[in-house]
């Protein structure tokens, strides 16, 4: 069955340095894949897309990268802030355009 | 700004009650999804909708149904509600993708129901 994982154990790391979160993927082989913060008690909220033919996608401090050889994409902050804690979910797309969430990975950046 | 609203923020229901939540968005959209959300389970899709009167299931449709009579409004049912349908339910609309074209979902703020 599909399978997507995310780190379940909390991301902590000091104000300043750069975020790095992982989801990884089986037996999926999604056309498209996508970022969302999520904040206590609410809805999570898009940040990013990314298509299988793209390796890479920017925008302002965040990066996502998308490797399906791997079956992995990596999702960068920069220069993070305390309002950057949150929790990140990643979602796979395939040719239905519904998206399958991974559960989500929290992140603490700390002052 | 796309703007999706759920009726109630929190809910307090007994169980064997009828519960009703409510949906509603304002961008015109025709899909609409109900989720479930649990402590180390994720997101889970209940049902979604592609246009009015539609419906599709989708992981974990057990216990609910739903309705869509107007393309703004998408309801949540819990015909007879049980302690295990205790959790946070999220509703989301987006545009259709078409071709190339993927839009993402948004979300409304949740609706935190307690079945005692």
């Known amino acids: 069955s599909q399978k997507i994982e995310q780190n379940s154990e909390a991301l902590n790391i000091q104000e300043g340095k750069t975020a790095t979160l992982t989801c990884n993927y089986t037996?999926?082989?999604?056309?498209?894949l996508q970022w969302y913060r999520q904040d206590p008690g609410r809805g999570p909220v898009f940040l990013l897309l990314?298509?299988?033919?793209?390796k890479e996608k920017r925008k302002e401090r965040l990066k996502v990268t998308f490797d399906t050889t791997l079956k992995q994409s990596l999702f960068h902050i920069t220069a993070s802030q305390p309002a950057d804690s949150a929790t990140y979910l990643c979602a796979l797309l395939g040719g239905s355009y519904i998206p399958t969430f991974g559960r989500g990975t929290s992140l603490i950046v700390h002052p | 700004d796309v703007k999706v609203t759920q009726s109630s923020r929190y809910l307090v229901k007994r169980t064997g009650e009828k519960v009703f939540l409510e949906c509603v968005q304002d961008?015109?959209?025709?899909?609409m999804f109900w989720y479930r959300q649990d402590p180390g389970l994720g997101l889970r899709l209940i049902y979604f909708s592609y246009d009015v009167k539609m419906k599709e299931k989708g992981d974990i449709p057990e216990g609910y149904s739903v309705s869509r009579e107007k393309k703004e409004r998408f309801s949540l049912i819990l015909e007879s509600a049980s302690t295990n349908q205790t959790s946070m339910y999220l509703c989301?609309?987006?545009?259709?993708?078409?071709?190339?074209?993927?839009?993402?979902?948004?979300f409304g703020p949740g609706t935190r129901l307690t079945v005692t």
């Open positions: 961008m015109d959209h025709e899909n």
């Open positions: 037996n999926y082989s999604p056309a498209y």
């Open positions: 990314i298509r299988e033919n793209e």
């Open positions: 989301a609309s987006k545009a259709p993708g078409q071709g190339t074209r993927v839009n993402e979902q948004y």
